[in-house]
T-cell receptor
């Protein structure tokens, strides 16, 4: 089954404790992206990757890191989480062809709470 | 720069009534436009898309949307709401051949029996 898998789905942590949210897709997609969803703000892009070893900042990259060492994986790293990073996070992927028409496949989301 | 505005963060409709969700966009280039739906505790899934072909676009589950360039709008409609339509709906815009999808703030639909 074609899917984007995120882990963990739910996480409560404390300020300053490094954490990683993993994202894996099994569709051989070149493009992957991270979004955060906050009430009334819709989804905002954090980082995206056009292919292995190619990453770029989105609209709200501060406080986040990413890496793309393998095509299928695109982890999101919070080196020193703060309460304003409490949010619902989504990973998404797309093929190059579908990307040009903006079609994304989304994971089920990871709800992060930073105390 | 492109942006999307969805009018109304919450919409309540009766089962069987018309569903109308409003979306207006601004874009410096002819855009591609999308509606995504998010069911509770799930990720977003594509409902329909406009990519400069027919201006009236039909999607899944009986939804359709009409692109009106003169009004810079892409409103989503469904003639008769069903309980299963309760979800959050997001309008999004992407520049043609772009790598960025910009989302509106979302509209949560409640369907009353």
């Amino acid at each position: 089954e074609a899917q984007v898998t995120q882990n963990p789905r739910y996480l409560i942590t404390v300020t300053g404790k490094k954490l990683t949210v993993t994202c894996s897709q099994n569709m051989n997609h070149e493009y992957m992206s991270w979004y955060r969803q906050d009430p009334g703000l819709g989804l905002r892009q954090i980082y995206y990757s056009m292919n292995v070893e190619v990453t770029d900042k989105g609209d709200v990259p501060e406080g986040y890191k990413v890496s793309r060492k393998e095509k299928r994986n695109f982890p999101l790293i919070l080196e020193s989480p703060s309460p304003n990073q409490t949010s619902l996070y989504f990973c998404a992927s797309s093929s190059r062809g579908a990307l040009y028409t903006g079609e994304l496949f989304f994971g089920e989301g990871s709800r992060l709470t930073v105390l | 720069a492109q942006s999307v505005t969805q009018l109304g963060s919450h919409v309540s409709v009766s089962e069987g009534a018309l569903v109308l969700l409003r979306c207006n966009y601004s874009s410096s280039v002819p855009p591609y436009l999308f509606w995504y739906v998010q069911y509770p505790n799930q990720g977003l899934q594509l409902l329909l898309k406009y990519t400069s072909a027919a201006t009236l676009v039909k999607g899944i589950n009986g939804f359709e949307a009409e692109f009106k360039k003169s009004e810079t709008s892409f409103h989503l409609t469904k003639p008769s709401a069903h309980m299963s339509d309760a979800a959050e709906y997001f309008c999004a815009v992407s520049p043609a051949a772009g790598n960025k999808l910009t989302f509106g703030g979302g509209t949560r639909v409640l369907v009353k029996p």
